[in-house]
Protein backbone atom coordinates (compact mmCIF):
# COMPACT_ATOMS: atom_id res chain seq x y z
CA UNK A 1 0.00 0.00 0.00
CA UNK A 2 1.24 3.50 -1.38
CA UNK A 3 1.68 5.70 1.57
CA UNK A 4 -0.01 9.10 1.81
CA UNK A 5 1.89 12.31 2.59
CA UNK A 6 1.43 14.39 5.73
CA UNK A 7 1.26 17.52 3.91
CA UNK A 8 2.27 21.36 5.61
CA UNK A 9 -0.82 22.15 7.01
CA UNK A 10 -1.09 19.05 8.87
CA UNK A 11 2.02 19.85 10.55
CA UNK A 12 1.62 22.90 11.59
CA UNK A 13 -1.98 21.57 13.36
CA UNK A 14 0.43 18.79 15.17
CA UNK A 15 2.70 21.14 16.04
CA UNK A 16 0.56 24.01 17.22
CA UNK A 17 -1.30 20.92 19.67
CA UNK A 18 2.35 20.21 21.07
CA UNK A 19 3.45 23.79 21.90
CA UNK A 20 0.24 24.07 23.67
CA UNK A 21 1.02 20.98 26.03
CA UNK A 22 4.34 22.66 26.42
CA UNK A 23 2.80 26.46 27.31
CA UNK A 24 0.79 24.15 30.17
CA UNK A 25 3.73 22.53 31.37
CA UNK A 26 5.60 25.49 31.75
CA UNK A 27 2.85 27.49 33.42
CA UNK A 28 2.29 25.22 35.99
CA UNK A 29 6.20 24.86 36.75
CA UNK A 30 6.88 27.25 39.41
CA UNK A 31 3.78 26.28 41.54
CA UNK A 32 4.78 22.66 41.24
CA UNK A 33 8.12 22.73 42.36
CA UNK A 34 7.26 24.34 45.73
CA UNK A 35 6.85 21.08 47.25
CA UNK A 36 6.32 17.13 46.68
CA UNK A 37 2.87 17.64 47.76
CA UNK A 38 2.85 19.91 44.96
CA UNK A 39 3.86 17.76 42.54
CA UNK A 40 2.46 14.93 43.13
CA UNK A 41 -1.42 15.98 43.99
CA UNK A 42 -1.37 19.42 43.38
CA UNK A 43 -1.48 20.11 47.29
CA UNK A 44 -6.04 19.51 46.84
CA UNK A 45 -6.70 22.66 45.21
CA UNK A 46 -8.13 20.99 41.86
CA UNK A 47 -11.65 21.12 40.96
CA UNK A 48 -13.33 17.83 40.69
CA UNK A 49 -14.69 17.68 37.54
CA UNK A 50 -11.01 18.31 35.94
CA UNK A 51 -9.86 15.42 38.17
CA UNK A 52 -13.03 13.67 36.28
CA UNK A 53 -11.67 14.47 33.21
CA UNK A 54 -8.21 13.60 33.84
CA UNK A 55 -8.74 9.91 35.71
CA UNK A 56 -10.88 9.27 32.18
CA UNK A 57 -7.79 10.36 30.09
CA UNK A 58 -5.54 8.23 31.84
CA UNK A 59 -7.26 5.34 31.48
CA UNK A 60 -8.04 5.90 27.51
CA UNK A 61 -4.83 5.63 25.72
CA UNK A 62 -4.26 6.16 22.08
CA UNK A 63 -4.72 1.81 21.83
CA UNK A 64 -8.11 2.44 23.40
CA UNK A 65 -8.81 5.38 20.50
CA UNK A 66 -7.73 2.97 17.53
CA UNK A 67 -8.60 -0.65 18.59
CA UNK A 68 -12.52 0.30 19.48
CA UNK A 69 -12.98 1.51 16.64
CA UNK A 70 -11.35 -1.49 15.05
CA UNK A 71 -13.36 -3.94 17.39
CA UNK A 72 -16.55 -2.97 16.29
CA UNK A 73 -15.35 -2.40 12.77
CA UNK A 74 -14.72 -6.17 12.25
CA UNK A 75 -17.64 -7.28 15.21
CA UNK A 76 -19.81 -5.67 17.20
CA UNK A 77 -20.45 -3.37 20.18
CA UNK A 78 -20.06 -6.22 22.82
CA UNK A 79 -17.74 -4.75 24.42
CA UNK A 80 -18.98 -1.49 25.19
CA UNK A 81 -20.18 -3.49 28.40
CA UNK A 82 -16.54 -3.06 29.72
CA UNK A 83 -17.42 0.91 30.12
CA UNK A 84 -20.93 -0.15 31.86
CA UNK A 85 -18.91 -2.10 34.08
CA UNK A 86 -16.83 1.28 34.70
CA UNK A 87 -19.83 3.21 36.14
CA UNK A 88 -21.12 -0.46 38.22
CA UNK A 89 -18.40 -0.47 40.47
CA UNK A 90 -18.19 3.60 41.06
CA UNK A 91 -20.91 3.26 44.37
CA UNK A 92 -18.41 0.22 45.65
CA UNK A 93 -15.22 2.30 45.27
CA UNK A 94 -16.77 5.59 47.15
CA UNK A 95 -18.30 3.33 50.01
CA UNK A 96 -15.77 0.97 50.50
CA UNK A 97 -12.00 2.07 48.81
CA UNK A 98 -11.45 5.38 48.44
CA UNK A 99 -12.48 6.60 52.49
CA UNK A 100 -9.23 4.46 52.87
CA UNK A 101 -7.42 6.50 50.83
CA UNK A 102 -8.67 9.65 51.80
CA UNK A 103 -8.22 8.55 55.85
CA UNK A 104 -4.45 7.88 55.23
CA UNK A 105 -4.04 10.80 53.01
CA UNK A 106 -1.52 8.64 50.64
CA UNK A 107 0.13 10.07 48.08
CA UNK A 108 1.23 6.27 47.04
CA UNK A 109 -1.77 3.72 46.98
CA UNK A 110 0.86 0.96 48.22
CA UNK A 111 1.16 2.91 51.65
CA UNK A 112 -2.02 1.78 52.14
CA UNK A 113 -0.29 -1.50 52.06
CA UNK A 114 2.37 -1.10 54.66
CA UNK A 115 -0.11 0.01 56.87
CA UNK A 116 -2.56 -2.46 56.34
CA UNK A 117 0.10 -5.63 55.62
CA UNK A 118 4.08 -4.75 56.02
CA UNK A 119 6.89 -2.56 53.92
CA UNK A 120 7.67 -5.45 51.67
CA UNK A 121 3.74 -6.04 51.00
CA UNK A 122 4.41 -2.18 50.03
CA UNK A 123 7.27 -2.44 47.87
CA UNK A 124 6.10 -5.06 46.08
CA UNK A 125 2.78 -3.32 44.61
CA UNK A 126 4.48 -0.45 44.12
CA UNK A 127 7.38 -2.00 42.02
CA UNK A 128 4.89 -4.13 40.08
CA UNK A 129 3.45 -0.90 39.21
CA UNK A 130 6.65 1.00 38.14
CA UNK A 131 7.77 -2.21 36.17
CA UNK A 132 4.63 -2.59 34.35
CA UNK A 133 4.14 1.06 33.39
CA UNK A 134 7.53 1.33 32.18
CA UNK A 135 6.72 -1.23 29.44
CA UNK A 136 3.16 0.39 28.92
CA UNK A 137 4.44 3.83 28.22
CA UNK A 138 7.06 2.18 25.51
CA UNK A 139 3.83 0.41 23.90
CA UNK A 140 1.72 3.44 24.43
CA UNK A 141 4.40 5.01 22.28
CA UNK A 142 4.83 2.63 19.95
CA UNK A 143 1.59 0.99 18.79
CA UNK A 144 0.15 4.67 17.56
CA UNK A 145 3.44 5.57 16.09
CA UNK A 146 3.45 1.80 13.80
CA UNK A 147 -0.64 2.85 13.09
CA UNK A 148 0.16 6.59 11.83
CA UNK A 149 3.19 5.48 9.84
CA UNK A 150 2.10 2.73 8.14
CA UNK A 151 -0.51 4.60 6.37
CA UNK A 152 1.59 7.84 6.08
CA UNK A 153 5.26 9.53 5.19
CA UNK A 154 5.91 10.04 8.70
CA UNK A 155 9.30 8.79 9.86
CA UNK A 156 8.31 6.80 12.46
CA UNK A 157 11.33 8.08 14.98
CA UNK A 158 10.30 11.70 14.54
CA UNK A 159 6.71 10.75 15.52
CA UNK A 160 7.98 8.70 18.44
CA UNK A 161 10.24 11.29 19.83
CA UNK A 162 7.88 14.40 19.19
CA UNK A 163 5.02 12.34 21.65
CA UNK A 164 8.10 10.89 24.26
CA UNK A 165 10.05 13.94 24.50
CA UNK A 166 7.60 17.11 24.40
CA UNK A 167 5.68 14.67 27.30
CA UNK A 168 9.05 14.21 29.28
CA UNK A 169 9.02 17.79 29.41
CA UNK A 170 5.78 19.16 30.17
CA UNK A 171 5.65 16.42 33.28
CA UNK A 172 9.02 17.62 34.69
CA UNK A 173 7.86 20.97 34.22
CA UNK A 174 3.95 21.13 35.21
CA UNK A 175 4.13 18.20 37.86
CA UNK A 176 0.75 17.02 38.64
CA UNK A 177 -1.36 19.82 38.04
CA UNK A 178 0.00 20.45 34.70
CA UNK A 179 -0.24 16.92 33.59
CA UNK A 180 -4.34 17.00 35.03
CA UNK A 181 -5.13 19.90 32.85
CA UNK A 182 -3.77 18.69 30.09
CA UNK A 183 -5.37 15.44 30.74
CA UNK A 184 -8.33 17.64 30.20
CA UNK A 185 -7.67 19.55 27.46
CA UNK A 186 -6.42 15.95 25.47
CA UNK A 187 -9.01 14.80 26.83
CA UNK A 188 -11.76 17.55 25.24
CA UNK A 189 -9.47 17.18 22.18
CA UNK A 190 -9.79 13.02 21.61
CA UNK A 191 -13.43 13.46 22.14
CA UNK A 192 -14.20 16.77 19.69
CA UNK A 193 -11.89 14.40 17.07
CA UNK A 194 -14.36 10.92 17.47
CA UNK A 195 -17.10 13.05 16.89
CA UNK A 196 -15.77 14.99 13.87
CA UNK A 197 -14.70 11.31 12.08
CA UNK A 198 -18.59 10.23 12.87
CA UNK A 199 -19.76 13.01 11.40
CA UNK A 200 -17.97 13.06 8.33
CA UNK A 201 -17.73 9.38 7.50
CA UNK A 202 -21.91 9.11 7.90
CA UNK A 203 -22.06 12.65 5.84
CA UNK A 204 -20.14 10.78 2.59
CA UNK A 205 -22.25 8.22 2.80
CA UNK A 206 -25.53 7.60 0.08
CA UNK A 207 -28.31 7.69 2.87
CA UNK A 208 -26.62 9.28 5.92
CA UNK A 209 -27.51 8.22 9.38
CA UNK A 210 -30.18 5.59 8.02
CA UNK A 211 -27.59 3.89 5.79
CA UNK A 212 -25.16 3.34 8.58
CA UNK A 213 -28.07 2.70 11.08
CA UNK A 214 -29.02 -0.56 8.39
CA UNK A 215 -26.09 -2.17 7.81
CA UNK A 216 -25.70 -2.29 11.34
CA UNK A 217 -28.71 -4.10 12.36
CA UNK A 218 -28.76 -6.16 8.78
CA UNK A 219 -24.34 -7.27 9.76
CA UNK A 220 -24.94 -7.61 13.54
CA UNK A 221 -22.63 -4.97 14.17
CA UNK A 222 -24.63 -3.58 17.24
CA UNK A 223 -25.74 -5.79 20.00
CA UNK A 224 -27.15 -9.39 18.99
CA UNK A 225 -28.45 -12.16 20.75
CA UNK A 226 -25.28 -13.99 19.95
CA UNK A 227 -23.59 -11.98 22.41
CA UNK A 228 -25.07 -12.82 25.39
CA UNK A 229 -24.72 -16.75 24.78
CA UNK A 230 -21.73 -17.70 27.51
CA UNK A 231 -20.80 -20.22 24.92
CA UNK A 232 -18.93 -17.43 22.91
CA UNK A 233 -16.16 -16.95 25.70
CA UNK A 234 -14.84 -14.25 23.74
CA UNK A 235 -18.00 -11.77 22.80
CA UNK A 236 -20.70 -12.84 25.77
CA UNK A 237 -21.52 -9.79 27.03
CA UNK A 238 -21.84 -11.20 30.99
CA UNK A 239 -18.51 -12.54 30.69
CA UNK A 240 -16.90 -9.16 29.57
CA UNK A 241 -18.62 -7.07 32.22
CA UNK A 242 -17.93 -9.29 35.29
CA UNK A 243 -14.06 -9.31 33.64
CA UNK A 244 -14.44 -5.59 33.28
CA UNK A 245 -15.41 -5.01 36.62
CA UNK A 246 -12.70 -7.08 38.22
CA UNK A 247 -10.44 -5.28 35.60
CA UNK A 248 -11.63 -1.61 36.99
CA UNK A 249 -11.54 -2.72 40.59
CA UNK A 250 -7.41 -3.11 39.63
CA UNK A 251 -7.87 0.09 37.94
CA UNK A 252 -9.36 1.83 40.26
CA UNK A 253 -7.99 0.43 43.51
CA UNK A 254 -4.47 -0.78 42.87
CA UNK A 255 -3.18 1.81 40.21
CA UNK A 256 -1.08 4.41 41.58
CA UNK A 257 -2.24 6.88 38.55
CA UNK A 258 -5.77 6.62 39.18
CA UNK A 259 -5.40 6.74 42.88
CA UNK A 260 -2.97 9.40 42.87
CA UNK A 261 -5.96 11.33 41.67
CA UNK A 262 -7.95 10.67 44.72
CA UNK A 263 -6.13 13.58 46.91
CA UNK A 264 -6.06 15.69 44.28
CA UNK A 265 -9.22 17.22 45.47
CA UNK A 266 -9.76 18.01 49.35
CA UNK A 267 -12.79 16.36 50.41
CA UNK A 268 -14.06 12.56 49.91
CA UNK A 269 -17.48 14.47 48.10
CA UNK A 270 -15.40 16.38 45.53
CA UNK A 271 -13.66 13.14 45.36
CA UNK A 272 -17.03 11.17 44.87
CA UNK A 273 -18.22 13.65 42.03
CA UNK A 274 -14.54 13.29 40.26
CA UNK A 275 -15.39 9.40 40.17
CA UNK A 276 -18.44 9.72 38.55
CA UNK A 277 -17.61 12.56 36.28
CA UNK A 278 -15.29 9.87 35.19
CA UNK A 279 -17.93 7.58 34.86
CA UNK A 280 -20.52 9.85 32.95
CA UNK A 281 -17.29 10.39 30.43
CA UNK A 282 -17.02 6.49 30.12
CA UNK A 283 -20.50 6.31 29.02
CA UNK A 284 -20.96 9.50 27.41
CA UNK A 285 -17.87 8.15 25.07
CA UNK A 286 -18.72 4.51 24.79
CA UNK A 287 -21.34 4.80 21.77
CA UNK A 288 -18.82 7.67 20.24
CA UNK A 289 -15.90 5.57 19.75
CA UNK A 290 -17.80 2.24 18.83
CA UNK A 291 -20.21 4.48 16.66
CA UNK A 292 -16.80 5.54 15.05
CA UNK A 293 -16.29 1.86 14.05
CA UNK A 294 -19.85 1.34 12.88
CA UNK A 295 -19.55 4.86 10.80
CA UNK A 296 -16.04 3.84 9.07
CA UNK A 297 -17.43 0.45 8.46
CA UNK A 298 -20.62 1.44 6.39
CA UNK A 299 -18.63 4.29 4.58
CA UNK A 300 -15.85 1.62 3.10
CA UNK A 301 -18.93 -0.64 2.21
CA UNK A 302 -20.54 2.17 0.31
CA UNK A 303 -18.04 4.74 -0.54
CA UNK A 304 -14.59 3.28 -1.06
CA UNK A 305 -12.84 0.25 -0.81
CA UNK A 306 -10.19 -0.40 1.57
CA UNK A 307 -6.82 -1.44 0.22
CA UNK A 308 -5.93 -5.08 -0.55
CA UNK A 309 -4.95 -6.45 2.60
CA UNK A 310 -5.08 -3.48 4.76
CA UNK A 311 -3.93 -3.64 8.43
CA UNK A 312 -7.40 -2.49 10.32
CA UNK A 313 -5.50 -1.45 13.38
CA UNK A 314 -4.63 1.83 11.19
CA UNK A 315 -8.12 2.68 9.92
CA UNK A 316 -8.83 5.61 11.68
CA UNK A 317 -5.28 7.27 11.08
CA UNK A 318 -5.86 6.24 7.23
CA UNK A 319 -9.43 7.65 7.42
CA UNK A 320 -8.06 11.07 8.51
CA UNK A 321 -5.56 11.19 6.37
CA UNK A 322 -7.20 10.85 2.99
CA UNK A 323 -11.03 12.21 3.98
CA UNK A 324 -9.82 15.44 6.08
CA UNK A 325 -9.34 18.36 4.91
CA UNK A 326 -5.26 20.03 5.57
CA UNK A 327 -5.09 21.38 8.94
CA UNK A 328 -8.12 19.36 10.02
CA UNK A 329 -6.47 16.06 9.39
CA UNK A 330 -3.84 17.36 11.51
CA UNK A 331 -6.16 17.94 14.20
CA UNK A 332 -7.43 14.97 14.18
CA UNK A 333 -3.79 13.16 14.19
CA UNK A 334 -3.00 15.46 17.09
CA UNK A 335 -6.16 13.20 18.85
CA UNK A 336 -4.15 10.48 18.71
CA UNK A 337 -1.51 12.09 20.21
CA UNK A 338 -3.72 12.97 23.01
CA UNK A 339 -4.48 10.13 23.92
CA UNK A 340 -0.99 8.98 24.06
CA UNK A 341 0.34 11.54 26.01
CA UNK A 342 -2.77 11.29 28.57
CA UNK A 343 -1.43 8.01 29.63
CA UNK A 344 2.20 8.78 29.36
CA UNK A 345 2.09 11.70 31.42
CA UNK A 346 -0.13 10.33 33.93
CA UNK A 347 2.37 7.32 34.16
CA UNK A 348 5.48 9.24 34.35
CA UNK A 349 4.39 11.28 37.48
CA UNK A 350 2.99 8.56 39.14
CA UNK A 351 6.12 6.22 38.94
CA UNK A 352 8.25 8.96 39.91
CA UNK A 353 5.58 8.94 43.00
CA UNK A 354 6.23 5.44 43.81
CA UNK A 355 9.91 5.77 43.61
CA UNK A 356 10.07 9.29 45.70
CA UNK A 357 7.65 7.80 47.99
CA UNK A 358 7.33 4.18 48.53
CA UNK A 359 10.98 3.77 47.96
CA UNK A 360 13.65 6.72 47.98
CA UNK A 361 11.38 8.60 51.04
CA UNK A 362 10.53 5.68 52.79
CA UNK A 363 14.06 3.93 53.29
CA UNK A 364 16.03 6.93 52.40
CA UNK A 365 14.47 9.15 54.62
CA UNK A 366 13.25 12.83 53.21
CA UNK A 367 15.56 15.82 52.17
CA UNK A 368 13.90 20.11 52.20
CA UNK A 369 11.09 20.12 49.71
CA UNK A 370 13.38 21.54 47.36
CA UNK A 371 15.83 18.57 46.94
CA UNK A 372 12.44 16.25 47.14
CA UNK A 373 11.18 18.03 43.75
CA UNK A 374 14.21 18.18 42.36
CA UNK A 375 14.61 13.73 42.91
CA UNK A 376 11.09 13.17 41.60
CA UNK A 377 11.64 15.67 38.46
CA UNK A 378 15.34 13.44 37.57
CA UNK A 379 12.92 10.19 38.11
CA UNK A 380 10.55 11.57 35.34
CA UNK A 381 13.01 12.60 32.79
CA UNK A 382 15.16 9.08 33.64
CA UNK A 383 12.34 6.65 33.25
CA UNK A 384 10.78 8.87 30.13
CA UNK A 385 13.79 8.16 28.72
CA UNK A 386 13.93 4.16 29.26
CA UNK A 387 10.43 4.26 27.95
CA UNK A 388 11.09 6.12 24.61
CA UNK A 389 14.26 4.20 24.25
CA UNK A 390 12.21 1.19 24.78
CA UNK A 391 9.68 1.86 22.02
CA UNK A 392 12.56 3.14 19.44
CA UNK A 393 14.15 -0.06 19.86
CA UNK A 394 11.00 -1.53 19.13
CA UNK A 395 10.30 0.26 16.17
CA UNK A 396 13.73 -0.75 14.86
CA UNK A 397 13.61 -4.14 15.52
CA UNK A 398 9.43 -4.31 14.00
CA UNK A 399 8.89 -6.77 16.63
CA UNK A 400 7.47 -5.91 20.02
CA UNK A 401 6.89 -10.23 21.04
CA UNK A 402 9.30 -10.11 23.52
CA UNK A 403 7.99 -6.50 25.01
CA UNK A 404 4.21 -7.99 24.92
CA UNK A 405 5.75 -11.03 27.35
CA UNK A 406 7.12 -8.61 29.45
CA UNK A 407 3.34 -7.10 29.99
CA UNK A 408 1.72 -10.09 29.92
CA UNK A 409 3.84 -11.38 32.96
CA UNK A 410 4.21 -7.64 34.70
CA UNK A 411 0.38 -7.40 34.01
CA UNK A 412 -0.67 -10.70 35.46
CA UNK A 413 0.08 -9.14 38.58
CA UNK A 414 -2.49 -6.39 38.32
CA UNK A 415 -6.34 -7.92 39.03
CA UNK A 416 -3.94 -10.19 41.55
CA UNK A 417 -2.69 -6.60 43.41
CA UNK A 418 -6.83 -5.38 43.56
CA UNK A 419 -7.50 -8.88 45.17
CA UNK A 420 -4.75 -7.99 48.01
CA UNK A 421 -6.18 -4.86 48.78
CA UNK A 422 -9.84 -5.87 48.77
CA UNK A 423 -9.01 -8.73 51.19
CA UNK A 424 -7.04 -6.44 53.16
CA UNK A 425 -10.13 -4.27 53.54
CA UNK A 426 -12.45 -6.88 53.67
CA UNK A 427 -11.38 -8.94 56.23
CA UNK A 428 -9.24 -8.46 59.26
CA UNK A 429 -7.14 -11.76 59.63
CA UNK A 430 -5.33 -11.69 56.60
CA UNK A 431 -1.47 -10.72 57.24
CA UNK A 432 1.71 -9.71 54.96
CA UNK A 433 3.24 -13.28 54.43
CA UNK A 434 -0.67 -14.73 53.83
CA UNK A 435 -1.25 -12.01 51.08
CA UNK A 436 2.44 -12.53 49.32
CA UNK A 437 1.77 -16.59 48.95
CA UNK A 438 -1.68 -15.28 47.54
CA UNK A 439 -0.31 -12.51 44.89
CA UNK A 440 2.37 -15.44 44.27
CA UNK A 441 -0.25 -18.19 43.73
CA UNK A 442 -2.86 -16.10 41.40
CA UNK A 443 -0.20 -14.77 39.23
CA UNK A 444 1.06 -18.62 38.85
CA UNK A 445 -2.22 -19.39 38.37
CA UNK A 446 -3.12 -16.67 35.57
CA UNK A 447 0.03 -17.27 33.69
CA UNK A 448 -1.26 -21.25 32.94
CA UNK A 449 -4.76 -19.71 32.32
CA UNK A 450 -3.44 -17.59 29.40
CA UNK A 451 -4.87 -19.63 26.31
CA UNK A 452 -6.30 -22.11 28.06
CA UNK A 453 -9.38 -23.16 26.49
CA UNK A 454 -12.54 -20.54 27.67
CA UNK A 455 -10.34 -19.92 30.91
CA UNK A 456 -8.05 -18.38 28.15
CA UNK A 457 -9.96 -15.30 27.63
CA UNK A 458 -8.34 -12.40 29.39
CA UNK A 459 -11.98 -11.85 31.26
CA UNK A 460 -11.93 -15.31 32.85
CA UNK A 461 -8.45 -15.00 33.65
CA UNK A 462 -9.46 -11.93 35.80
CA UNK A 463 -12.74 -13.22 37.58
CA UNK A 464 -10.65 -16.23 38.57
CA UNK A 465 -7.10 -14.41 39.24
CA UNK A 466 -9.18 -11.87 41.84
CA UNK A 467 -10.18 -14.73 43.87
CA UNK A 468 -7.60 -17.17 43.88
CA UNK A 469 -5.59 -13.67 45.24
CA UNK A 470 -8.63 -13.36 47.91
CA UNK A 471 -9.11 -16.54 48.82
CA UNK A 472 -5.60 -18.00 49.27
CA UNK A 473 -3.97 -15.09 51.10
CA UNK A 474 -6.78 -15.33 53.39
CA UNK A 475 -6.27 -19.07 54.46
CA UNK A 476 -2.40 -18.98 53.96
CA UNK A 477 -3.11 -16.05 56.71
CA UNK A 478 -5.32 -18.65 58.63
CA UNK A 479 -2.35 -20.83 58.53
CA UNK A 480 0.64 -19.73 58.52
CA UNK A 481 1.36 -18.03 61.95
CA UNK A 482 2.71 -14.07 62.28
CA UNK A 483 3.35 -11.64 65.40
CA UNK A 484 -0.22 -9.52 65.79
CA UNK A 485 -0.21 -6.24 63.95
CA UNK A 486 -2.36 -3.37 65.14
CA UNK A 487 -5.00 -2.87 61.96
CA UNK A 488 -7.71 -0.15 63.73
CA UNK A 489 -8.71 2.23 61.69
CA UNK A 490 -7.75 0.07 58.18
CA UNK A 491 -10.71 -2.29 57.55
CA UNK A 492 -14.23 -2.07 56.47
CA UNK A 493 -15.31 -2.99 60.53
CA UNK A 494 -14.04 0.06 61.29
CA UNK A 495 -13.93 2.57 58.50
CA UNK A 496 -15.77 5.12 60.79
CA UNK A 497 -14.41 5.18 63.52
CA UNK A 498 -12.03 7.93 62.66
CA UNK A 499 -11.66 10.23 59.87
CA UNK A 500 -7.74 10.44 59.97
CA UNK A 501 -6.05 7.51 60.50
CA UNK A 502 -2.95 7.91 62.76
CA UNK A 503 0.54 6.30 61.18
CA UNK A 504 1.95 4.25 64.15
Request: glycine share 8%; aromatic share 14%; hydrophobic share 50%.
Amino acid sequence: MNTIGFGFWNWVALILYLLLMLMIGAYFTRRAGKDTESFFTASGRLPSWVVGFSIYATTLSAITFMSTPEKSFLTDWSYIAGNIAIVAIIPLLIYFYIPFFKKLHVTSAYEYLEARFNPAVRVIGSLLFVLFHLGRIAIVIYLPTLAITAVSDINPYVVACLVGILCIIYTFLGGFEGVVWSDFIQGVILLGGAIVIIVMAISQVDGGFSTVAHDAIQNKKLISADNWKLSAAAAAIPIIFIGSVFNNLQQYTASQDVVQRYQASESMKETSQSIWTNGILALISAPIFFGMGTALYAFYEHQTALPKDFNTSSIVPYFILTQMPPFVGGLLIAAIFAAAQSTISSSLNSISACLSIDIKQRFFGKQLEKAEVRFARITTIVVGLISLMASLYLIASNSSDMWDLFLLITGLFGVPLAGIFAVGIFTKRTHGIGVIVGLIVAVIVSYFLQGVGGAGSPFYTSIIAFFIAFGTAYLSSLIIPHAKKDITGLTIYEKHKTSTYIRK
